[in-house]
Each structure stands twice: as structure tokens, then as C-alpha cells.
């Protein structure tokens, strides 16, 4: 059974830092990509950033290029979403999504297979 399971989440002030874990257990395929998204209450989960299993290709949404960066321990099945100059906007559930059986990068969360259970980043002004 895969399980997804996202921790770092909490509350700081605009400009500071946060770092986002997410490890994943019970993919059996040897390659798999990763990413992160987040949502508010009534809107749709968005996207924030994505990598590939060896680590050498990445994406960014827009809003966050610059300020934020993924990062994966492949030995480990963690990712990581280091946050840096965080602002009010970036208030949301985060979300760390799986796609085993892919070496490409995804950006679509249509296309991911594997939920955690989301993080709370709270950024006040």
C-alpha cells in the first residue's frame, strides 16, 4: 500500500522560511515522479513545483520561481519544498503528490496517482 505522508508545515511571518518534507512508502516501481501543490478553501489545488526522480529536472509555477525550491533524496523516497521569503499569499494546504512508473517531470495534478494528507502553511503579515 502507498502512503504519502507530508510534514513542515506551520505558521510564520512574511519573509520568513519553512521546509516541506514529503516521504513516500510502498512504490514498488523504481522510478516515479513528484510534486507539490496547494489549495485554499474554495478555490482549485494549484500547482507549486515538481521534480523527477533522479532529481534533474524541475518546475516551478510562477508565483513561486525564485522563492521556493524542490529537492529529492531519491535513497530516502523524500522530497523536499525548501520555502524561502515566504509572503501572505503563499497561505495554503500543501499538497505532495506520487506518479510511480514516470522519470518525467508533472505538472498536471490530474495525472498523479498519490495523495498525502496536506500541511498547513500559514504566512502573516
Known amino acids: 500500500q502507498v502512503q504519502v505522508v507530508e510534514s513542515g508545515g506551520g505558521l510564520v511571518q512574511a519573509g520568513d522560511s519553512l521546509r516541506l518534507s514529503c516521504t513516500v512508502s510502498g512504490i514498488t516501481s523504481r522510478w516515479y515522479a513528484m510534486g507539490w501543490f496547494r489549495q485554499v478553501p474554495g478555490k482549485e489545488r494549484e500547482f507549486v513545483a515538481a521534480i523527477n526522480w533522479s532529481g534533474d529536472s524541475k518546475s516551478y509555477a510562477d508565483p513561486v520561481k525564485g522563492r521556493f525550491t524542490v529537492s529529492i533524496d531519491n535513497t530516502k523516497n523524500t522530497m523536499f519544498l525548501q520555502m524561502n521569503s515566504l509572503k501572505p499569499e503563499d497561505t495554503a494546504v500543501y499538497y505532495c503528490?506520487?506518479?510511480?512508473?514516470?522519470?518525467?517531470?508533472?505538472?498536471?495534478?490530474?495525472?498523479?496517482?498519490?495523495w498525502g494528507q496536506g500541511t498547513q502553511v500559514t504566512v502573516s503579515s
Open positions: 503528490a506520487a506518479k510511480p512508473g514516470y522519470v518525467i517531470v508533472i505538472t498536471s495534478r490530474l495525472v498523479y496517482d498519490y
